[in-house]
């Protein structure tokens, strides 16, 4: 695993200088008040300025803040990044004689009234990841669509399941689940019961920011173990603001420790963070010692795009009922959605990347998992006519290393 020093450098707290002359808010609050104002010019050289300033975390944390202080700050803890041999590691071959049973059934509670589209990607990615049986808890309004949409699931369509907690691997909760009052009092209940039940967790979207107004519900996410999968806004919302990358980072490795939970800090070289305890004792087997924080290498700019998280929840879901624990569940989660999102984007191209797209493209991306990550164990041409990443034998190559073999 490739260890990454980080060094973090932020501007200057006064106006920078281009040329001799200041630049940046205070002349343009200056010359607003002289009637003298080109913003076009102005705002061309503050741009130029953060370009030509501007130092990426080793070239794997791209920029988040544009800043006002240029200082150096290093991080406390190591940071990694995610290696497919790590990843490869991690897969666990089926039993030749194994049943649906041995997979685990997941229970996935996702899609309020208008947001069914969001239950239906979450449960097509957790079939698709392995899992053996799948149980989608939504509104009444929401049965026929994922019935028609997702026939493999079954469908509980009412505020809990009737079946008992106890027949569940592993339960998600979040995409599309609403922000009412009554979604608050329904994410209550679901966090008890699979805590009675001792059942792993993946948190996502509206499940995350109704949390973050009920902090004391954190406390008990860590008895079986919790991955959180919060997008910066999300992520925001738990943690409060922050002025530079190295400073987020900091404050989601501290919110790890504090509630004993991973955290999947999704945007371009996703962070994981993992808590100085493992209490599942997986994240060990990643890194030695104290588990250090991870950069996935994998994913592009097309995968920013409606339903993405939700498709990543699903396959978080279905490792986990699977029997891998929250720290290797995210690890391989997290790579394996970036690879398929590589895959699908070769035929797609980024803009046009839909997250029905990276769904379609996880065949492949599971395959290549069993396989080693060989060039050998990518069959495209198995895949059905018209299925995105048909043509593809893995990612674009944006990120590097292993990666590049999948080039179509």
């Known amino acids: 695993m490739a260890n990454v020093g980080i060094r973090y450098r932020r501007y200057p707290t006064a106006s920078p200088r281009v040329d001799g002359r200041t630049v940046g808010r205070d002349r343009v609050n200056a010359k607003a008040q002289r009637g003298k104002y080109n913003k076009k010019k102005d705002v061309k050289q503050v741009v130029m300025r953060v370009l030509s300033s501007w130092k990426e975390l080793n070239g794997y944390l791209p920029p988040a803040e544009r800043e006002a202080e240029r200082v150096s700050e290093p991080l406390p803890f ?25 997979f685990g059934h997941g229970l996935l509670a996702a899609g309020s009234t208008g947001k069914a589209g969001a239950a239906v990607l979450a449960a097509r990615a957790a079939l698709r990841g392995g899992l053996g049986l ?22 509980e369509a009412g505020p809990l399941p009737r079946r008992p907690f106890a027949d569940y691997a592993a339960v998600g909760i979040g995409p599309g689940f609403g922000l009412d009052e009554a979604s608050a009092a329904r994410l209550g209940e679901l966090l008890q019961r699979a805590g009675t039940a001792s059942l792993p967790l993946v948190l996502d979207a509206d499940a995350l920011t109704l949390l973050a107004h009920r902090p004391a519900w954190l406390d008990g996410l860590s008895a079986s173990g919790c991955v959180c999968t919060p997008h ?14 190295a400073e987020r980072i900091r404050k989601q490795q501290a919110f790890s420790d504090r509630y004993g939970t991973v955290v999947v800090g999704k945007g371009a070289y996703t962070l994981i963070t993992f808590p100085a305890t493992d209490p599942t004792a997986t994240a060990s087997a990643l890194v ?41 569940a995210a690890v391989a989660g997290v790579y394996l959605h970036g690879l398929a999102g590589d895959m699908a984007a070769v035929e797609t191209g980024e803009a046009a990347l839909m997250a029905g797209d990276i769904v379609a493209a996880l065949p492949v991306a599971l395959k290549a998992w069993a396989g080693g990550f060989s060039p050998a164990s990518t069959d495209a041409a198995s895949l059905p006519s018209g299925t995105a990443a048909r043509r593809c034998g893995g990612p674009s190559g944006n990120a ?6 999948y080039r179509c």
């Open 78 to 102: 190591a940071v990694a990044v995610t290696e497919a041999a790590d990843v490869a590691a991690l897969y666990r071959p089926r039993d030749r004689f194994a049943h649906k049973g041995d």
């Open 134 to 155: 799948l149980t989608v808890a939504t509104t009444p309004d929401n049965r026929i669509v994922l019935q028609t949409a997702v026939p493999e699931a079954m469908v």
């Open 288 to 328: 030695a010692g104290r588990p250090a924080a991870l950069l996935n290498p994998t994913g592009n700019a097309g995968m920013a795009t409606a339903g993405s998280g939700d498709v990543l929840t699903g396959l978080i879901l279905a490792l986990l009922a699977q029997g891998y624990g929250p720290a290797e």
């Open 232 to 245: 910066y806004g999300e992520l925001r919302r738990l943690v409060g603001s922050w002025r530079s990358a």
């Open 400 to 405: 590097g290393g292993v990666l590049g073999q």
